[in-house]
Structure formats: C-alpha cells, structure tokens
C-alpha cells in the first residue's frame, strides 16, 4: 500500500462533520437533472467504461501478512484503542508504523 493509511471514521463522525462543515454537494443541480442529461453525463465519463481488459489481465494484489505475537500493553492505552470500536488492533500498527519512518531513513 506504498505507506498509506486509510483514515476511518463512523458515521457519527461523517455525521459531525457535515454538520460542522456543511456539504460540498450541489444537490439542488443533482435534483434538477433529468434521466437523458444523467445518461448523457455517463456516456461522456471515460471512467464510465469499467474495466477494458478481461480475467487474464487482472493482478493480483496481497498485502503482506501480519504475524500473531503477544505483546504487553498499558491497560489504559488498549482501553482506549479498544473504545474507537473494531479495528483497534489495525489502528496500533497504524501508529508503530509511523513512528518507524522517520527511523527508515537512518537504517535503510
């Protein structure tokens, strides 16, 4: 995943967050286009196409595997990991790998 992070957020956050922030969305123009100017917007999105190639150009993409080991944590630090909901464990590794880039660069 070359180093990215996918960010997260539960739907009371996306929630929040338009509220706060309002939406980007011109939904009175969504609201006013008939079905002909949507179908006319499709045929005109290259992206519209889907994929050119057939089964035998597809990649197979893994992620390298996560290696089980028990480590002892601060029961105030899993409490709180454990509190943001499923994926805590994800969210942990998420961190160590930050603090590892700045040190990549020194052993690498």
Do not use: C, F, H
Not at 11 to 24: F, M, N, T, V
Not at 61 to 81: H, N
Not at 82 to 108: E, F, H, W
């Amino acid at each position: 995943m070359n180093g990215e992070t996918t960010k997260r957020y539960t739907i009371a956050e996306l929630r929040a967050r338009r509220d706060r922030e309002g939406s980007r969305s011109d939904w009175n123009r969504v609201d006013a286009q008939s079905d002909a100017d949507i179908a006319a917007a499709i045929q005109q999105d290259p992206d519209a196409e889907g994929p050119t190639g057939g089964i035998e150009d597809a990649v197979l993409v893994t992620q390298d595997r996560k290696v089980a080991i028990s480590i002892r944590l601060d029961r105030e630090v899993l409490d709180w990991y454990r509190a943001g909901g499923p994926g805590y464990q994800t969210r942990i590794n998420d961190v160590l790998r930050q603090a590892m880039k700045p040190n990549r660069r020194r052993s690498g």
